[in-house]
């Protein structure tokens, strides 16, 4: 059987998704997936009242090892977790993801200093100084905690600044976030949610895959982000082959934190 694999994932436990689990596993099924990462979010530190991102963790637990034993015969299911970063948060996000035997663990930003970037006032924002601090906050994160196995869309804050800015200026500290991830054993995602919305830019971008390759990053994994079944998968081909062109000769699934590679 084809290795059909998508390594992000959300269902009900986490606050912006409404798909209970076992409807997200028996449509990933029914999709022919034979590996499904379930990865909701826990965003320590998350201001928003309206999306705490803080799942009851004993049930979630409990779903992610039942959904394991019960479908074992069908689809491998990856326990995982999205952790959301933020400095002042570090401890309990190791707290949380050594809590529990995850298989894999997504490490994302979606908070600058304690401000989330989904509501953050754009209008006020000085662009490229913004993205600089987004950037500085994310590589000095990263020397700092290693509780994740993956980088999540590691420039998602393209989405939500409204304009594409030319990324020379941040290269430098790129590089050196991007040499801390490898340096510590962790790899990158290439998120396809960026099709859903629209932006016309990869997940991270391209030239970020670029440079991870040539600065000797392998582990890459793939993930629609989805948080309704029909995304399972989207745009993948498309993905694979953008990973082949720069070179990637795997993909990855994970067990217990460890990567397997899987020929692309
Ligand atoms: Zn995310
Ligand atoms: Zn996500």
Known sequence: MTNRYDYH???????????????????????????????????????????????DFEAYHKALLEAERQYADRITIVKGMEVGIMESQ?????????????????????????????RYDYSQVDGPAFIEEYYTNVNECLKEYMDYDIAGHLTLVDRYIGTIYDYTPYMDILEDTLKTIIYHGKGLEI?????KYGTGIWLPREEILRLYRELGGEILTFGSDSHMPKYFRDHFDEAKELARSLGFRYECTFRQHKPEFHKL
């Open 9 to 55: 994932t959300h269902t009900a436990f986490s606050d912006d998704c409404d798909v209970p689990m076992k409807e997200m596993i028996e449509e990933a099924i029914r999709c022919g997936l034979t590996e499904l990462a379930i990865t909701d979010h826990y965003d320590p530190g998350y201001q928003d009242p309206e999306f705490p991102f803080a799942p």
């Open 90 to 118: 570090l401890d309990e996000c190791r707290r949380a993801v050594r809590d529990f035997p995850y298989d894999f663990i997504i490490g994302s930003f979606h908070c600058i200093h304690g401000k989330d970037l989904f």
């Open 191 to 195: 998120n396809t949610s960026s099709f």
